[in-house]
């Protein structure tokens, strides 16, 4: 996958010293590029993926090829829901920091599967590019906030070493989480920017040369009409915003998607 030059602002700046840092997911999409990120950046980086067929095992078996030889890298197969090897994890690897990004996508599957959902720790990101229908829910009448993985990444590297502090004339009366006794802050990272789902495909279709056979469906129980990121928080403490046009970030998932399954046009 081909990324764009981009000014950083001097994005070490933000991870100042050398981490040991565990990501969990770490063969799923978002995993791969961040673990690559950081080892580039010279961190230390134990991956955690339980390699579950959810998608095609093949491709995070790829993924982890490309990781294994970088330096600095670990990778175990594991469940986070096997809780004392977990514990056991912790205990010996005492991390600096933790990215989870375990989790099992799909809203629909999560009404059939509600435990799947649960316990599962893969990231998966996978569009199937076939000349047989899509569907399209509520005929396309839906809009979603498109994020590309470079911005992603950024977002989640200056957030990593950013800990909230406590503060000592914290009170009960003042329920504000991020100045707590146990501190914590929650971010967002997204484009900020609904896309209506038919531009999406158009977009696709241009990138493809080919038009989409559409199989136009109704709302579907679970589903939103629109949904986007709140990132505020994000430009306030680190002073970033995701700006990929969705033009670009589906072209060049394109171009990947066809130097690593071929071309099928």
């Given at each position: 996958m081909r990324h764009r030059q981009r000014d950083t602002h001097d994005y070490k700046a933000f991870i100042p010293m050398k981490q040991k840092i565990l990501i969990s997911g770490a063969a799923g999409f978002i995993g791969f590029h961040l673990s690559r990120r950081l080892l580039n950046d010279g961190?230390?980086?134990?991956?955690?993926?339980?390699?579950?067929?959810?998608?095609?095992?093949?491709?995070?078996?790829?993924?982890?090829?490309?990781?294994?030889?970088?330096?600095?890298?670990?990778?175990?197969?594991?469940?986070?829901?096997?809780?004392e090897k977990l514990h056991h994890l912790f205990a010996v690897e005492k991390f600096d920091s933790v990215v989870n990004l375990a989790a099992q996508p799909g809203v629909r599957y999560s009404l059939t599967n509600p435990y799947a959902c649960i316990d599962s720790n893969i990231v998966g990101f996978m569009n199937i590019l076939e000349g047989t229908p899509i569907d399209v829910f509520n005929h396309g009448n839906m809009r979603r906030d498109f994020t590309f993985i470079d911005d992603i990444i950024e977002g989640v590297v200056r957030v990593i070493d950013r800990i909230p502090k406590a503060t000592a004339d914290w009170s009960g009366a003042r329920l504000d989480p991020g100045t707590?006794?146990?501190?914590?802050?929650?971010?967002?990272?997204?484009?900020?920017?609904?896309?209506?789902?038919?531009?999406?495909?158009?977009?696709?279709?241009?990138?493809?040369?080919?038009?989409?056979?559409?199989?136009?469906?109704?709302?579907?129980?679970?589903?939103?009409?629109?949904?986007?990121?709140?990132?505020?928080?994000?430009?306030?403490?680190?002073?970033?915003?995701?700006?990929?046009?969705?033009?670009?970030?589906?072209?060049?998932?394109?171009?990947?998607?066809?130097?690593?399954?071929?071309?099928?046009?």
């Open positions: 961190h230390e980086v134990i991956g955690l993926d339980s390699l579950n067929e959810y998608y095609d095992v093949r491709l995070k078996e790829a993924r982890l090829a490309q990781l294994t030889p970088l330096p600095g890298f670990r990778f175990i197969q594991q469940h986070l829901e096997e809780r707590s006794y146990a501190p914590y802050t929650l971010y967002n990272i997204g484009n900020n920017t609904p896309v209506e789902l038919m531009h999406f495909i158009n977009v696709l279709e241009e990138c493809l040369g080919k038009k989409a056979a559409k199989n136009m469906l109704p709302l579907q129980a679970g589903d939103v009409r629109a949904t986007y990121a709140d990132i505020d928080d994000l430009m306030r403490d680190v002073g970033f915003k995701p700006n990929t046009p969705i033009e670009e970030g589906i072209k060049q998932f394109v171009d990947w998607y066809r130097s690593y399954y071929g071309d099928q046009r």
